[in-house]
């Protein structure tokens, strides 16, 4: 599996930016996505998970009610919709897919940064 990140970049806090995450390869086998985001000198933390098929989803706390994670499976492309960005929100956002059978697999990241 292959993903691509897209849609970082740089925003005033209290905007809003969109990542896009797409998939090739053996989408099929997807069984699970999610975003993570690493900022500098901290450790890569998860930020929001969905699952195939029913697509439940779960968020980090601090990104609760400003953040939406979704998926367009005909796209094969995960999307993370970010509002009301704050400064702490700058970090690099990596697209991470599970497999079936527990296979890993990360995108390249893509820079949000967030100017106070």
């Known amino acids: 599996v292959q993903l691509v990140e897209s849609g970082g970049g740089l925003v005033q806090a209290g905007g809003s930016l969109r990542l896009s995450c797409a998939a090739s390869?053996?989408?099929?086998?997807?069984?699970?996505m999610g975003w993570y985001r690493q900022a500098p000198g901290k450790q890569r933390e998860l930020v929001a998970h969905?699952?195939?098929?029913?697509?439940?989803?779960l968020y980090e706390d601090s990104v609760k009610g400003r953040f939406t994670i979704s998926r367009d499976n005909a796209k094969n492309t995960m999307y993370l919709q970010m509002n009301n960005l704050k400064p702490e929100d700058t970090a690099v956002y990596y697209c991470n897919a599970v497999l079936i059978g527990g296979n890993s697999y990360w995108g390249q990241g893509t820079q949000v940064t967030v100017s106070s």
């Open positions: 969905i699952t195939s098929g029913l697509g439940n989803t």
């Open positions: 390869g053996s989408t099929a086998r997807i069984n699970a």
